[in-house]
């Protein structure tokens, strides 16, 4: 085992705060222990025994992944007093598992726009004493299910940007369904998009000069293979010819026939 999920920053304080979400708790974990606390009136148990939490893991050593159980499922919930006070807790339990040696990332959102990324990333290094950071996302819109894996990977380009150590991948399939292995496949393939546009700018002289003749060598392949991808190749190799109707010269099926077409 290298990592638990565990929910142990959703206090009971922190419950009321999300009664005038939009869209509550959308957290499975972070909703299981949202009605426990409420049930019971009781503190979250995670917490209240998270030293104990904290010894199994050195001695077996397992990382902990704190949860954001109280994450945004919207963007109009986005930063809110719930969120951020989660995370604040989130930072204490990091310096206790320090405290064992056990090993801690920080879970991230979610539904955030863009003009409140940054926040996230700030507080996060901030409260959580910069120990790694990793996001689902987030999701800039709310308004394309079934295209998550594009929505999401735009937030992640920008996070990553800020800082944010890893990326949880999102699929196609995020709010409909239970991926198949297209879904996983186009996921990890926009994911590796955003991780890399990040990275790039941030990259040495020498590594950017090495990146250039790989790029060359596949534009100059007979198939135009894909460098994120090796079985995919660009659009304009797979797609079909047919004659332009203005011009009667042969194009791809893509912008500049379609720019005629849609002009006529």
């Known amino acids: 085992m290298d990592y638990f999920t565990i929910h142990a920053g959703v206090l009971l304080r922190y419950v009321p705060m999300t009664a005038r979400r939009l869209t509550g708790i959308v957290s499975r974990g972070g909703s299981i222990m949202a009605k426990w606390c409420l049930s019971h009136h009781k503190e979250n148990f995670l917490y209240q025994h998270f030293r104990e939490i904290c010894e199994i893991c050195a001695a077996y050593d397992v990382s902990l992944s704190l949860g954001d159980g109280l994450r945004p499922g919207s963007i109009q919930d986005a930063n809110d007093e719930a969120q951020f006070a989660e995370l604040h807790t989130l930072g204490e339990l990091t310096k206790i598992a320090w405290e064992y040696d056990v090993q801690v990332m920080i879970e991230g959102p979610g539904h955030v726009p863009m003009q409140m990324i940054q926040r996230n990333m700030t507080e996060e290094l901030e409260h959580c004493h910069e120990a790694p950071f990793y996001t689902l996302g987030p999701l800039t819109t709310d308004i394309a299910p079934g295209y998550d894996h594009f929505t999401s990977g735009i937030g992640a380009a920008m996070i990553g940007w800020f800082g944010c150590a890893m990326l949880c991948y999102v699929t196609p399939k995020e709010h409909l369904g239970l991926p198949n292995k297209e879904d996983?496949?186009?996921?990890?393939?926009?994911?590796?998009?955003?991780?890399?546009?990040?990275?790039?700018?941030?990259?040495?002289?020498?590594?950017?000069?090495?990146?250039?003749?790989?790029?060359?060598?596949?534009?100059?392949?007979?198939?135009?293979?894909?460098?994120?991808?090796?079985?995919?190749?660009?659009?304009?190799?797979?797609?079909?010819?047919?004659?332009?109707?203005?011009?009667?010269?042969?194009?791809?099926?893509?912008?500049?026939?379609?720019?005629?077409?849609?002009?006529?």
């Open 184 to 264: 996983v496949k186009q996921g990890l393939i926009t994911y590796k998009i955003a991780a890399h546009a990040p990275i790039s700018p941030k990259a040495t002289p020498a590594r950017r000069s090495a990146i250039t003749p790989c790029r060359k060598r596949a534009s100059s392949s007979a198939g135009k293979i894909s460098l994120i991808w090796r079985s995919t190749r660009s659009p304009r190799a797979l797609t079909t010819t047919k004659p332009c109707r203005r011009s009667q010269a042969k194009w791809p099926t893509s912008a500049p026939c379609a720019a005629l077409n849609s002009a006529q």
